[in-house]
């Protein structure tokens, strides 16, 4: 493992550019450096007492309060003092000046705002949950105010991913475009394209950050901090470090970092619908994949926080929790379990490159626990491996209502030979056993998974075992790629990206021309049954007279906006509105989303007990 030593660098080591003075460790200024100054905060040089200091009485009392901290600045001989050190000083004095004076209560307030933020995100639900965590902590800084166009920000996020070529290829156009709204400020404010009342301080953020963070910082001073997915807790003072001429960076990864305690800011605020980060990092070490370099090893949150913040959801209106991970179902509490969780074992012909040493509760406990304490709230989960899906997890998706029947399964490809060389830990008939496992517990699952087409070395027969896995399975989606070569991977270190850009394309095409004609008919056999809909707001094609929202199976379904009565609440005749369940006869089906007759407004608990009934079942 020492070739992945930065993973086990404390959160806290960030670099400060103080190099000189920790050379010279006479230098007079020395004793006065913060302890973040040094490479690892847990072992720092003694510091030898200053000299006897000024006496306080002889101090203007205006400059008490910030000498206080720093007393030995009063008496530390240093004919050139840093710059930046009596920056500090200077804002510190005027801090203290600014207190003795009457405030005004609303102008106080006013000026806590540090700055306007503008956020973008690229990538997975995993960013867009990290950008809620951001927001979260710079709120608590003091950066209260979010905008929605950069020309109007003083701090401006953009949060990355380094999964594929292309994603990466937006984000330097984006930062392009950035970089002249911070170059041209002046101009742009004088002809109005502009609004910021100060040049913007460039953030990027996440995946990208950590993998291409030199580079980022050395492109013609375009971006001011770079900051790993683990290290946002140090934003506020990186962009301060931004005000003393230097450049922030913090993209140390972590082995303990959850965010477990932080409450994130929702993105929309007022959406029926959630993300919540249950676990981060992943141990497969697939060939082709980045991310168990930008985001680290495996590490989960606590039941009792993930059920503290879905709890927090609820009161706030939310219907439905996506729980998400990078390796979701590979979710493993340790902190409250000394005992392991109900079932350790992986699925049936799978294996792990990584073993598990401290074995607790399980994404099956985490599951059964959430689904029993809210009820009436919808459960889905992404993205998962494989590899985790158990027995009693099958069983408890089959026997709870509120857990979706909705599975993300990615199988990456087809072929056996190509699975071992991208280092998945089953081939193409554990795949399909799963498969048949899982639609013989859970009959009306919604299946989708992941493919790359073009890996190193594929050969046309290898890409037709591709197409003939998406054909026998079906899928009602899935996410295709040709793939990109990424640094640091076990591929780029040990293959040939050898497959020509213009036969991935024609591999692409083929593959979605396959997935085409078989995911037409899991929409078609829904035509007449009655689904449960969680109404997500008015439908954009027709905005005025529909609403939309998803069925259990993650089907989009639309209907028209009438007035309707409650299965058994009596508060009489009503529209639904976002948050309503509601039941839908479906009637057409598109092959990419459904249509149908709106019969009326339910409950989640209501509508299953309804259908156990029917159906002579008993409802759990």
Not at 268 to 285: D, K, Q
Not at 467 to 482: E, I, T
Not at 524 to 547: C, F, I, Y
Request: include cysteine; charge should be neutral; hydrophobic fraction near 35%.
């Amino acid at each position: 493992m020492a070739s992945f030593s930065p993973l086990y660098q404390p959160r806290s080591a960030v670099r400060i550019n103080f190099s000189s003075l920790r050379r010279c460790r006479c230098h007079p200024l020395y004793s006065l450096l913060p302890t973040s100054a040094f490479s690892n905060p847990y072992h720092r040089p003694p510091i030898s007492p200053p000299p006897p200091p000024t006496p306080r009485s002889s101090l203007n009392p205006l400059f008490l309060r910030c000498l206080s901290p720093v007393s030995s600045i009063a008496s530390v001989p240093s004919p050139n003092p840093s710059p930046s050190l009596f920056r500090r000083f200077a804002r510190c004095a005027a801090t203290a000046v600014a207190s003795e004076a009457p405030q005004d209560p609303v102008s106080t307030s006013e000026n806590n705002d540090k700055g306007r933020i503008y956020h973008e995100t690229y990538g997975c639900q995993m960013n867009v949950n990290d950008m809620e965590i951001v927001l979260s902590i710079m709120k608590n800084a003091g950066y209260v105010e979010v905008v929605k166009e950069p020309e109007n920000a003083e701090v401006i996020f953009i949060n990355t991913c380094a999964i594929r070529d292309n994603a990466e290829q937006k984000v330097w156009q984006r930062l392009n475009y950035f970089w002249f709204l911070k170059r041209e400020w002046k101009t742009n404010v004088s002809v109005g394209r502009s609004q910021s009342l100060r040049p913007p301080k460039i953030v990027v953020l996440g995946c990208m950050a950590e993998r291409l963070k030199d580079k980022i910082l050395d492109a013609d001073k375009m971006v001011d901090v770079v900051c790993g997915p683990d290290a946002y807790r140090d934003l506020p003072r990186l962009l301060e470090e931004v005000d003393y001429g230097q450049k922030g960076i913090n993209t140390l990864l972590s082995l303990e970092e959850t965010y477990a305690d932080i409450s994130p800011v929702r993105i929309p605020s007022n959406s029926v619908t959630a993300f919540v980060s249950i676990m981060r990092g992943c141990n497969n070490m697939c060939s082709f994949c980045i991310v168990p370099f930008t985001r680290g090893r495996e590490r989960s949150r606590p039941v009792s926080s993930i059920v503290r913040e879905v709890g927090e959801l609820w009161k706030e209106g939310v219907k439905e929790v996506t729980l998400l991970g990078q390796n979701v179902n590979s979710y493993n509490d340790t902190s409250e379990a000394k005992e392991p969780g109900s079932n350790w074992r992986l699925s049936e012909g799978f294996s792990s490159v990584c073993k598990v040493k401290n074995m607790g509760l399980r994404f099956s406990d985490l599951l059964n626990r959430l689904s029993l304490e809210f009820p009436e709230m919808r459960f889905r989960f992404t993205s998962p491996h494989p590899k985790d899906f158990p027995d009693d997890l099958l069983f408890l998706m089959r026997d709870r209502y509120n857990i979706c029947k909705n599975i993300h399964l990615p199988a990456q490809t087809g072929s056996t030979s190509v699975l071992e060389r991208m280092r998945r830990g089953y081939t193409r008939e554990a795949y399909m056993d799963l498969v048949r496992k899982i639609r013989d517990i859970v009959p009306d699952v919604g299946l989708s998974s992941d493919f790359i087409c073009g890996f190193c070395g594929e050969t046309e027969e290898e890409h037709a075992d591709t197409l003939s896995l998406v054909r026998a399975v079906g899928y009602d989606m899935a996410y295709m790629f040709a793939y990109s070569m990424r640094e640091r991977t076990h591929a780029h270190r040990n293959y040939i990206d050898d497959v020509p850009d213009s036969v991935k394309q024609r591999r692409l095409t083929e593959l979605i021309d396959a997935f085409r004609e078989s995911t037409g008919q899991f929409y078609d056999s829904q035509v007449g049954t009655v689904q449960l809909v969680l109404v997500e707001g008015p439908n954009k094609r027709a905005p005025e007279t529909e609403l939309i929202g998803r069925s259990d199976r993650g089907h989009k379904v639309s209907f028209l906006n009438v007035p309707l009565l409650h299965t058994v609440e009596a508060d009489g005749m009503r529209n639904p509105e976002a948050g309503d369940y509601v039941e839908v006869r479906i009637l057409k089906s598109t092959r990419a989303s459904l249509s149908g007759e709106v019969l009326a407004r339910t409950s989640l608990s209501m509508f299953y007990e309804k259908t156990f009934v029917s159906s002579g079942a008993t409802a759990r």
